[in-house]
């Protein structure tokens, strides 16, 4: 019955919470700007109304055009179901969840990407050539990060990867993991998520072709992939699983509020950077993680 | 019916059907290769599941030398995939090189395809190094024959010289290893011999001489020329079962051989390398096939960590993830198999149709080979290694034991970050290669007026893509063959029962098919019940978006291959338009064969050229002959004059 109740309680965190992030970080842009800014459930009421728009579709996709989006979302979702929520879903963890999460993101781009190219258009190419380029040092990072909380914990399984305060490399893996998100959920430095000009672009430029519900979708997945994000940097960095359930719980989320503000207020205080500084700055992020590595095989484990 | 009795049904049906290559009698030849293969795949599978090593030894001699077969789990892992991609070519290649269309070479053709999959399977299971030899040889005669069967056009011709030289520069090595084998053992006869630690040097000859074979990076330089000219069948036998055959010695002789503490960290670190730069030459392709040659060089690397990884075990004595490196590396061998097969079937599918291999001539072939673009894109979903296909069943076992030992042996840390980044360079490459011929629209009139294959063809490629799926939804399955390769490899380890946690993986991705089926029928549905309606891609405001508009395959590998220029060495022709009324302009993007042009051809420009000058000592005249037997003479006095009497 428990884990009946954890189930649902997590599939309730993990699609019903995502879209209030891109709200939060655009009130927190308007008011870094002096603006009122759109209402924070704007989200909501844009996939609602979506959800129930005709499709345009170009002559040239095929059903894959449509069939793409569904099988990000859903590997974003199964990617995020294998997180623990806080005290939450522990005990569906298994040994080597954490190389499956970082597959399911991989299948996710793959099939955005796919979809991207179904119309044969120029833009979504660029779009999508961007995207599974700076995925590769993306990737990198994550799969050293990762690597490091494993090394602290001797376990390769997220439940207990993440519920320990990782030692004194956290400040790196923070940063690392911070600037991933970044990359990962197409937002400033490294995409614009307002420009209007294809050719800049990454990810929008991927879905330029989308419309209805599969743009639904997708705009649902990018924010859940922002909460899926938001959730792993928090749970690496604090030691969510060291301290009694509720306060854990309450702790998350103010690390996942806080991860929002400083998206917001990286976008508000930024521009974008240019195309070839793009790749220095994930490999950046690629070295401290790496770092946090080398701090974590030096300052041996902490067992939870 | 026994191992030993099926063998020799298998061996006498192969043998036979050489003979019947002939146009007239391709159906025989069809029948009793699919009977021999099916023979051998029976025996393999006997063993396998049976875990009885069958051996047979003594009775009769063959060059002096006793005859001994064995068919032990490892020789059987390697002899189900020669036989079941044997045997999916055979059919495949009925109708992609069928007489009516290569009247001239089709039947050989067939007869060199029986006597190669005779050959590797002899392989497999001779044990003695004489005859190793032998067969190794006659493999690799079979395979170039295979290679220049269209001999006619130049390219064919220079790749199979470059495989035939590549080769036979492994099996001088390999001659070498087994005679200094035999002079140490004193005696040809190959089995276990951990003891003698004296035999821990030969560990390099093993390396280099099979490794030309396997071709990993930077022995690989036959192999993208070679994959890319051969008939697209042979090119599924070469990628999918001959660089294999490299594979099985190494991980044959690591069994069998003491090896150095470093060889280990060797092919780790060699697996890394050939991994990442294996896929980021992939990537920077334009010609499908030459795309998947690299790829080749990639997965190879892989299995090559994890060997690596089950020797580094054996050094410092941790079963628990030495045994998960072994079996994740001897599972991608299957995989491998299965799902590089099926993409080169796909892409002769795509030659057969359009004529071309060049990616930046074809596009949005999906309509008119719906089939062929589906099994390329099951193809492309599992060498991505992405769930929940098989491909990835055997990269999570690899990362599994990469996170188990980078607590205790640090470094190897490195090597998962590598494979991480090696992985999203192979879904670019892959995402590229299926949106650059499948998508989009044709790019030019033989692309436009494609055409599916036939059944000859598809129904190979559909039980390949069959097999990618069912071992990922079920690795459980196959864990106990890959568990018994181990523990023949490394008595004492090796648990049949899986490990708790694939079993769990299997079951998650049962679940995630049936939620992708789920999620892609509601999408479809709520798009089907708002409406739909068709129009013209959106082009930032073109009117008319054309063919020529689309993004080419060179300009989407652009960010990756700037990262690499140091190493990929991009040549690119341009002319720019010029003046008011520019009349044309071009650039061809064009990524040479950096270890064959910067390193292997200038050394071999470096010995032609001192041959050259030790020729001006030959010049045919007597009295300077006679002059050199004078300095000869002198020179060899003074030695003994200044040595002095002992």
Known sequence: MSEVLDL????????????????????VKALAAGRRGPPVLQLYYDLARLWKKSVVQSRVASPAFIAGPAVAWTAILAAAMLVPVGFVGTGLSFRGDVVLLLYLLALARFATAWAAMETGSAFEGMGAAREVSFAVLAEAALMAAMLTLSVQTRSVSLSTMLSPFPGPGALLLAAGLFTVLLAETSRVPFDDPNTHLELTMVHEAMVLDHSGPPLAVILHGAALKLLLFSVLLTESVLPIGAINPSGGLALLLVGVLTTTLGVGLVESLMARFAFRRVPLLLLTAVLLCVFALLVAWQGGSVTA | MTPPLLLALAAAAITASVGLAGPRWSRWWLLLTLAGTAAGFAAALGVLVGNATWELRGGLTL?????????DPVS?????????????????GREYWSDAHYPASAARGRAWWSAMLLCMGLVVTVSNGLHFLIAWEAFAVCGYFLIVLERRRREVRAAGWLYLAASHAGTLLLFVFFALLAGHTGSWDLGPMRDAPRLTPLFWLMLVGFGLKAGFFPLHIWLPSAHANAPSHVSALMSGVAIKMGVYGIVRFSGWLPMPPVAGWV????????????????????????????????NIGIIMVGVGGSLLAVSVDEPVWGQLALAGALLHVW????????????????LHATGTREMSRLGGLWRSMPWTAAMFGVGALAVSGLPPLNGFVSEWLTYLWLFDASS?????????????????????????????????????????????????????????AACCIAIGLGPVVVWPVAARAVSAWHPGWGTTSAPPALVTLGQVHVVLVML??????????????????????????????????????????????GWFTWILWPQSVVRRPRGVMPSEALRVDHIPETVLERLVQPA?????????????????GLQLYVLYVLAGLVAIGTLVWVEGPR
């Open chain 2, 267 to 298: 092919l780790v670190t060699v697996g890394a390398l050939s991994a990442l730069i294996g896929i980021v030459f992939a990537f920077a392709q334009t010609d499908v096939k030459r795309l998947l040659a690299y790829c080749s060089v990639e």
């Open chain 2, 335 to 350: 995989n491998h198999g299965a799902f590089k097969a099926l993409l080169f079937f796909s892409a002769g599918s795509v």
């Open chain 2, 63 to 71: 060059g002096g030398e006793p005859v001994h077969l064995l068919l």
């Open chain 2, 408 to 464: 205790s042996a640090r470094s190897v840390g490195l090597a998962a970050i590598a494979l991480a980044s090696a992985g999203a360079v192979t879904v670019a490459s892959f995402v590229k290669g299926s949106s650059m011929i499948f998508l989009g629209t044709p790019r030019t009139t033989p692309a436009a007026h494609a055409h599916e294959s036939g059944w000859w063809m598809r129904a190979p490629m559909l039980a390949l």
């Open chain 2, 604 to 620: 071999g420009v470096v010995v032609t050229e001192l041959s050259g000058a030790a020729r001006r000592f030959q010049h045919g």
């Open chain 1, 8 to 27: 649902v309680a997590r599939l309730a965190f993990w699609l019903l919470l995502p879209p209030l992030l891109p709200g939060l970080i655009n009130r």
């Open chain 2, 76 to 92: 059987a892992l390697f002899l189900v995939l020669i036989c079941v991609i044997g045997a999916g070519g055979a059919c495949y």
């Open chain 2, 516 to 561: 992708l089926v789920l999620s892609i029928v509601t999408l479809f549905r709520q798009t089907r019940l708002n409406g739909l309606r068709r129009s013209v891609t959106w082009d930032c405001g073109f009117a008319e978006p054309r063919a020529r508009m689309q993004y080419s395959a060179a300009s989407f590998a652009a960010i990756v291959s």
